[in-house]
T-cell receptor, first 111, second 112 residues
Framework: DAKTTQPPSMDCAEGRAANLPCNHS???????VYWYRQIHSQGPQYIIH???NNETNEMASLIITEDRKSSTLILPHATLRDTAVYYCIVSRVGSARQLTFGSGTQLTVLP | NAGVTQTPKFQVLKTGQSMTLQCAQDMNHNSMYWYRQDPGMGLRLIYY???????DKGEVPNGYNVSRLNKREFSLRLESAAPSQTSVYFC???????????FGPGTRLTVL
């Protein structure tokens, strides 16, 4: 699986959009980009994933560059409850693919 | 629909004691996983089960055994606990059609 690079920490004002970047320059054509988050002391939570098209769900939007070497997770209106570590993971879809968690980005939403 | 449940939530063991961590999922997923997370670290895979009746080692399997009892349940056993196994243990189940995983709330284990 491709390696990912994320900033260690970011701050965001409550109510504003949080834009979390991820570099994955060695991504292969059949690898998806996944985002998970882990709120303190809880189990990780799946957010969104995509292959090459932008994706949106009730939690977030995922923007993948045309060359697929980087992506951005967007939380459109961040709240204090969005304070968490956000993990960007690249993986092929297949049976029982285990996730490789890096160190992620600590997002702190400020009041 | 409870998702992924884990028992117990907390456990304190003495070195050399044994215990089994239980995990169950009600999402009809084929794959299940056990991870550990040490303080300030990312998750590391201990064992996983691609389907009922199969198990495979992950990144850090030493000192652990697993049993995929049926499609719903996947247990993790520590035969002789060591202080190095003090950690938070997360179970997950996976939707293999999308490769997304759903995690339980974790078991916080301390080995003295």
């Amino acid at each position: 699986d491709a390696k990912t690079t994320q900033p260690p920490s970011m701050d965001c004002a409550e109510g504003r959009a949080a834009n979390l970047p991820c570099n994955h320059s060695t991504i292969s054509g059949n690898e998806y980009v996944y985002w998970y988050r882990q709120i303190h002391s809880q189990g990780p939570q799946y957010i969104i994933h995509g292959l090459k098209n932008n994706e949106t769900n009730e939690m977030a939007s995922l923007i993948i560059t045309e060359d697929r070497k980087s992506s951005t997770l967007i939380l459109p209106h961040a709240t204090l409850r969005d304070t968490a570590v956000y993990y960007c993971i690249v993986s092929r879809v297949g049976s029982a693919r285990q996730l490789t968690f890096g160190s992620g980005t600590q997002l702190t939403v400020l009041p | 629909n409870a998702g992924v449940t884990q028992t117990p939530k907390f456990q304190v063991l003495k070195t050399g004691q044994s215990m089994t961590l239980q995990c169950a999922q009600d999402m009809n997923h084929n794959s299940m996983y056990w991870y550990r997370q040490d303080p300030g670290m990312g998750l590391r895979l201990i064992y996983y089960s691609a389907s009922e009746g199969t198990t495979d080692k992950g990144e850090v399997p030493n000192g652990y055994n697993v049993s995929r009892l049926n499609k719903r349940e996947f247990s993790l056993r520590l035969e002789s606990a060591a202080p190095s196994q003090t950690s938070v243990y997360f179970c997950a189940s996976g939707d293999t059609s999308t490769d997304t995983q759903y995690f339980g709330p974790g078991t916080r284990l301390t080995v003295l």
